[in-house]
């Protein structure tokens, strides 16, 4: 068995940001592990692309690893601030930023990667217990549960047998998702957002001549990011209202509706922690298409790709809901409702892509660590079901007396705008922070009650 002061459950961007600030603020002697399912630490989803096409959707002056020095990632690529990089880029830089930090770290400071996943956690009398495969057991003073999303779930309606066939695949990103395919076949992309846009450019880059049709409720396609200009609006009460009204006076204005938005970013988690749950499920049930579409921008070079795909006619957005499938021998059929309407529409494809995202609900997460985590009381749900309840710091709320933590979508619920470099930097920085200062000297203290 093995042990440990800390480990980082999820070697994705969230944790290895933990890892760096970790590395940056741990006192000797202290030993660091940080474990990973996957070959590579720094990547997950987001940053494992090695298509060039697939930009990052936030400029590079804003996806600095390190909250402390806002231009460290514009500098590493040698770039401005407003310009959008390679998403693969950003891994090397994640991965070189770690690498750094670790041959920088004091003198004591251990640092380990461990290749498994974690399965299941308890308390036992060191603190926390990890059950990994292939690795057993490692026994540590503190965790941090950095899983990032959950896998995306299947449209709850009668499939035909279409989920258990090679004609579906659950996300664009697994292996395999887009191989296969006859060049002038159509395909259906469940959903419209970012993950169809990834979708949509990885076709073109292949030179699929076919037609790829979009289904999402509203038909809501990711706005494009402009030049940044500042806003003369003031918010003045900070609130959703308050918002609109600043949106509609800039835009009365001829400004530009994005100076607004990106202002106001560093107080949605204020205002979402405001609203009664009514209204956070009011919100997400009439808002949240639109708020995500202006929200999570494309980078421009990204939207006049996506533009001119649709001016050609190859890409088309429909709003509808879907009402079921089938298997036909040669070809996936899709039912849906066009949104206002009540005639059903079939459409048949090669392979139907559910770019859906990931699941809200941590009822869903499809994961036996979470399970054990939420059965044994060491974790509970955060506000509407998504992710887990913690407390500002990102320390679980349940029976884990500080000794568990969490980061990124996993606070969805209590944030909400928590999925982003900006907000993971910071929240991994204060995470850090309490861990080495206060949750490993605190855990010890409990050890010394517990057995006296
Ligand atoms: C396609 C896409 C593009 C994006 N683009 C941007 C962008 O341009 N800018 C931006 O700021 N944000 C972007 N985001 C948001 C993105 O969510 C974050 O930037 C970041 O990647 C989230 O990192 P994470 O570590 O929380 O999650 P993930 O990247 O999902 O990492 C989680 C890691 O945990 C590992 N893991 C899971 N379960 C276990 C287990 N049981 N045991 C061991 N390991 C486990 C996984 O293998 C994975 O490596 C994008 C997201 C996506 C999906």
């Known amino acids: ?29 202290s030993s660091i592990v940080l474990v990973e399912r996957g070959e590579r630490v720094a990547r997950g989803i987001a940053y494992s692309t090695a298509d060039p096409d697939h930009l990052l959707n ?28 390679a998403r693969g880029r950003y891994g090397e830089y994640l991965e070189q930023t770690l690498r750094e930090s670790i041959a920088r770290a004091p003198r004591g400071v251990s640092f380990q990667i461990f290749r498994s996943t974690a399965t299941s956690a308890c308390l036992v009398e060191r603190g926390v217990r990890l059950t990994l495969v292939p690795h057993g057991h490692l026994d540590v003073r503190a965790a941090v549960i950095a899983l990032g999303n959950f896998p995306t779930v299947d449209p709850a309606v009668e499939d035909g047998g279409l989920y258990a066939s090679d004609r579906y695949a659950r996300s664009p990103f697994l292996p395999g998702a887009l191989d296969g395919i006859d060049p002038d076949a159509d395909v259906v992309f469940l959903g419209s957002g970012l993950t169809m846009v990834d979708a949509a450019l990885a076709f ?63 107080s949605t988690q204020r205002i979402w922690q405001r609203l009664p749950p009514a209204e956070r499920e009011r919100f997400l049930r009439h808002l949240r298409a639109y708020w995500d579409v202006h929200r999570h921008r494309m980078a421009p070079r990204v ?23 089938a298997l036909e021998p040669d070809s996936a059929v899709v039912r849906f409702w066009p949104r206002g309407s009540r005639d059903l529409i079939e459409m048949s494809a090669a392979r139907v892509i559910n770019c859906t995202g990931p699941a809200a609900s941590i009822e869903e997460a499809c994961s036996s660590l979470v399970s054990s985590l939420l059965s044994a009381g060491l974790a509970r749900p955060g506000s509407l079901g998504m992710g887990f309840a913690t407390d500002r710091d990102g320390a679980l709320l349940g029976s884990s007396g500080g000794r568990l933590f969490t980061l990124g979508s996993l ?15 910071e929240q991994a920085r204060a995470l850090a922070s309490r861990i080495v200062g206060s949750s490993l000297r605190e855990i010890d203290q409990l050890r010394v009650h517990a057995s006296s």
């Open 58 to 85: 936030v400029p590079a002056g804003k996806m600095s690893a390190l909250p402390d020095v806002p231009d460290h990632f514009a500098r590493w690529a040698c770039t401005s601030d407003a310009a959008f990089v």
């Open 411 to 425: 606070r969805r619920g209590d944030l909400w705008e928590s999925t982003a470099i900006p907000e993971l930097r």
């Open 204 to 266: 073109r880059e292949r030179g699929h001549r076919g037609r790829l049709q979009a289904i999402s409720r509203h038909g809501l396609v990711p706005q494009v990011h402009g030049p940044a200009r500042p806003s003369r609006t003031r918010i003045g009460a900070i609130g959703v209202r308050g918002l609109l009204r600043a949106l509609r006076t800039e835009v009365a204005r001829g400004g530009d509706w994005r100076a607004i938005f990106d202002g106001f970013r560093s």
């Open 303 to 325: 939207g006049e790709a996506i533009a001119a795909m649709r001016a050609s006619g190859q890409l088309s957005i429909r709003a509808g809901r879907i009402a079921s499938f």
């Open 1 to 29: 068995m093995a042990e440990a002061d800390v480990a980082i459950v999820g070697g994705g961007a969230g944790g290895t940001l933990v890892a760096i600030q970790l590395l940056r603020q741990a006192r000797a002697p």
